[in-house]
């Protein structure tokens, strides 16, 4: 999984395929739960697609993980 990411966080980096990436990233969210980087890469490819408030409420979620 942690390839996967490297990955996909570059992808978002460079703005590619961002619709496809987040629909592969909320499914994985779904299989794992507890893992942080999974939902706060989502709010990145948010982010990327200036989709404020959508990555906001995941920066937001993966925060509340973290406590």
């Known amino acids: 999984?942690?390839?996967?990411?490297?990955?996909?966080?570059?992808?978002?980096?460079?703005?590619?395929?961002?619709?496809?990436?987040?629909f592969d990233l909320e499914d994985l969210?779904?299989?794992?739960?507890?893992n942080i980087d999974i939902v706060q890469m989502i709010g990145d490819a948010y982010f990327q697609q200036d989709e404020l408030q959508k990555a906001l409420d995941y920066y937001t979620k993966a925060e509340e993980m973290l406590g």
């Open 29 to 34: 969210s779904e299989q794992h739960i507890k």
């Open 1 to 22: 999984i942690e390839e996967a990411l490297k990955e996909y966080n570059k992808l978002i980096r460079r703005r590619k395929h961002l619709q496809e990436i987040i």
